[in-house]
Every structure is written in structure tokens, then in C-alpha cells.
């Protein structure tokens, strides 16, 4: 905290650091594709030599038309990436002296650039298994969902018993329809080890991925998953007293950025803000609507 405050203390600090991961390794027009390049309207803009382009900064990222501060937004991103828990909506409108709805939006955009690129699926062995997600916990047992989300959680265990990488991924039921895309997308098919238990709803997915089978007695013989999933449900319901059904995908992408990168606490920010450079705006606007 105190490293990142030394280095960002005004906006051209954050707007100088952003133009280092944007052109720092060279300048490419979006819209031709030249790398010659001329100084733009502001210090902060390039402007191409060949068809006149003019890009500023944050054009073409995630910080486009951001209605903070980039110091705030930095600040925000550092609590939500390198804190444990990351921070909730109201306690970032607090801290930030930014307004709830300001929070909310920066807070979406966060979860998004979060969410996995699928470019490094798990391998070796995978543990698989479903929870439930939100709303009351009594009286629903089994794969009977109620009002609450179905989760499907992977969880990649490395030397021993311990755990690796983990993903998990909102699906409509415990069939290997709703499994599929999740298994594809996180999951290495050709290096990889599935452990299920013994949910027949696995089995039509063992002729593209290695599956096993495993009693499950009661979480017993899974005690890595086991301790993602506890870990899961208390941070949701620790600081997320109310998390929107609609919004658990992106809080599952929040949980496993930040799990699976709690080695690297030094980067972790880092990753995030090159995320926001370099994904697609988010149009959560409209997909919310
Ligand atoms: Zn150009």
C-alpha cells in the first residue's frame, strides 16, 4: 500500500502508467495498422502518421469514458485485487468518497476484467463438484436448487492434497449440457484428470474428457474442493449480504482471480489493470438492462 501510494499521487501518474502498458512496447494504429506515430492533442493522445488517427490513452480499454478519477479507480482496483476479501460496493464508496452508483458500475467493471481468458486450463488432477449459491440455506438438500444458483467449481490439486488453480461458473442444472461449456472452457482435455463423484450426470462428458468416479461421503473424500467451496460461501456471505442472482457469475470470477492468483500478491494488481487495458469496453449497461 505504502508502494502504491508513493507511485500514484496524482492522475498523470496513473495516466503515465497506463500509456507505458498501452505504447511502452511500441505504437500500433488501431485503425491501419502503422507504427509510426506523432504526438496527439494531448500529451496523452498518439496520433498516426499514416491516416491521422487520433487515440488517447484509454481509448479502445476498459477506463474509456470512466466517470472517476484514475487515482481513485487505481486505488479501488488495488483494494479489490490485493485485499483478501477484496471490498464490497458501500465500502469502497466510502473509502473512495465516490458515490454508491459510481461503486456499483467500477465494481462490475472490475468483475469483468476478472473473468478468466479460458487460455490456461486446468490439468493434472481436477476435482469437480456443484454447490448452491444464495438465499436461505435450510431444507434444500441434494441437486434440488429451489431459488437458489447451481455452481460448478473445479479445483486443480497439485503435489499431495493441496489445492491448485479453482473456477467456478453459474449452471441451469447438474446435466452434462450445462457442464460442458465450464469443462471446455476450464479444463484441459488432453492433460487432465476429472474426479467427479458418482453424479451419473458426468458421465455422456468421459468420451472427450478423462473422468473418474469417487463416492463423495459426504465432501470426505474431497476435502480440497471442500475447502474451496467453505471458503467461497463465507466469503459471499461475509461481505455480499445481498448478491444478486444476476451478478454471481461475476462474483465467482472476483473469488477465483483473486484465489488463484494469492502466490502473487505483487502482481496481482498489476494483471488487473492490464485486463482493463486491454479487454473490450464492457457494454454491462446494456447487458444489465
Ligand atoms: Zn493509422
Known amino acids: 500500500m505504502k508502494e502504491f501510494n508513493r507511485a500514484f499521487r496524482c492522475e498523470d501518474d496513473c495516466t503515465r502508467y497506463l500509456y507505458d502498458l498501452k505504447w511502452g512496447n511500441g505504437y500500433h494504429c488501431r485503425r491501419c495498422g502503422h507504427e509510426k506515430s506523432n504526438k496527439g492533442r494531448t500529451c496523452f493522445h498518439l496520433r498516426c502518421k499514416a491516416c491521422g488517427y487520433d487515440e488517447s490513452v484509454t481509448a479502445n480499454t476498459m477506463f474509456h469514458k470512466l466517470k472517476i478519477p484514475l487515482l481513485k479507480a487505481f486505488g479501488m482496483a488495488f483494494s479489490l485485487s490485493v485485499r483478501k476479501k477484496g471490498m464490497s460496493t458501500s465500502e469502497l464508496a466510502r473509502a473512495f468518497s465516490v458515490n454508491q452508483k459510481s461503486s456499483w458500475l467500477f465494481k462490475r467493471k472490475t468483475q469483468e476484467a476478472m473473468n478468466s481468458s479460458g487460455k490456461y486450463p486446468l490439468n493434472s488432477k481436477v476435482e469437480v463438484d456443484e454447490m448452491l449459491i444464495g438465499g436461505p440455506e435450510r431444507n ?43 469443462f471446455e472452457e476450464h479444463i484441459d482435455k488432453d ?4 474426479i467427479t463423484d458418482g453424479w451419473k450426470g458426468y458421465l455422456p462428458l468421459a468420451c472427450d474428457f478423462d473422468i473418474r468416479q469417487k463416492a463423495s461421503n459426504g465432501g470426505k473424500s474431497f476435502p480440497g474442493m471442500h475447502a474451496v467451496i467453505m471458503n467461497l460461501k463465507g466469503w459471499i456471505r461475509g461481505i455480499h449480504h445481498h448478491c444478486s442472482k444476476r451478478f454471481i457469475n461475476g462474483y465467482l470470477d472476483e473469488f477465483f482471480f483473486r484465489f488463484n492468483r494469492r502466490s502473487f500478491l505483487d502482481s496481482i494488481w498489476h494483471k488487473l489493470i492490464e485486463r482493463f487495458m486491454t479487454k473490450t469496453p464492457y457494454s454491462y449497461i446494456a447487458n444489465a438492462a
Open 191 to 194: 492433460n487432465a484428470q476429472v
Open 140 to 182: 434444500k438438500r441434494g441437486r434440488t436448487k429451489g431459488n437458489k444458483k447451481l455452481v460448478v467449481i473445479a479445483v486443480e490439486k497439485v503435489k499431495g492434497k493441496k489445492v491448485g488453480r479453482a473456477y467456478g461458473a453459474v449452471i441451469n442444472k447438474a446435466s452434462a449440457d450445462s457442464f460442458r461449456p465450464f
